[in-house]
């Protein structure tokens, strides 16, 4: 399968602790995207990579999300002393060429559950 | 502000008949459009997408859509609904924002498709 993976699927942890997930893109795609879904809500933008480079971080990722993408293929999303309201559907996406005219191709999400 | 709106909730419709799921927006400059689906448990699929030029554009699974610049509106449609058809849909908007193009999505439109 050549398309977006996304580890873990699930993940279950206790407010305060850390968690980290991994999307592994479409291999020729150079740009990386992380969203986040909430139940009856379309996908929220968080940040952004070209290659290893991050250009955008939404509003959304406080001091305690961190992401990364060190040699311009995969990348992980780390987020600190998980919230309650943090739970939500962790989705990440690729893309290449134009920015503007290139559709995106996700990965099946990961669920995180805060306790 | 940038934004698109998906004003159905829930949309029902006969297996056989057409079916429309409406989406306007809202974004300075050139919009460039796009229609993702999303099945249970899987990510989101590209369906299709404006950039420029005819109006009415096709897709993937026999589903196009038009553009309307006066409206505003990018609305779904598909001339004949199957029951797999039955899905999430979501109409997304991408447009320049400080660091380069930003995605942003609509809430989403539950698809019925009855037998």
């Known amino acids: 399968d050549t398309g977006v993976s996304q580890n873990p699927r699930h993940k279950i942890t206790k407010r305060g602790q850390n968690v980290t997930f991994r999307c592994d893109p479409i291999?020729?795609?150079?740009?990386l995207y992380w969203y986040r879904q909430t139940l009856g809500q379309g996908p929220e933008f968080l940040t952004y990579?070209?290659?290893?480079?991050?250009?955008?971080k939404s509003r959304l990722l406080s001091d305690r999300f961190s992401a990364e993408r060190p040699k311009g293929s995969f990348s992980t999303l780390e987020i600190q002393r998980t919230e309650q309201g943090d739970s939500a559907m962790y989705l990440c996406?690729?893309?290449?060429?134009?920015?503007?005219?290139?559709?995106?191709?996700f990965g099946p999400g990961t669920r995180l559950t805060v306790l | 502000a940038q934004s698109v709106a998906q004003p159905e909730d829930q949309v029902n419709v006969a297996e056989g008949n057409p079916l429309t799921v409406k989406c306007t927006y809202s974004v300075s400059g050139n919009p460039y459009l796009f229609w993702y689906v999303q099945y249970p448990n899987r990510g989101l699929q590209f369906l299709l997408k404006y950039i420029t030029g005819d109006n009415l554009v096709k897709g993937s699974y026999g589903f196009e859509a038009e553009f309307n610049k006066s409206q505003t509106s990018f609305h779904l449609k598909k001339p004949s609904a199957l029951v797999s058809d039955s899905a999430l849909y979501f109409c997304a908007v991408r447009a320049r924002n400080t660091g380069g193009f930003k995605t942003i999505f609509g809430a989403g439109t539950r698809l019925f498709v009855k037998a």
């Open positions: 996406a690729s893309s290449w060429g134009l920015p503007a005219y290139n559709e995106q191709f």
């Open positions: 291999s020729e795609h150079n740009r």
């Open positions: 990579f070209q290659n290893e480079a991050q250009l955008e």
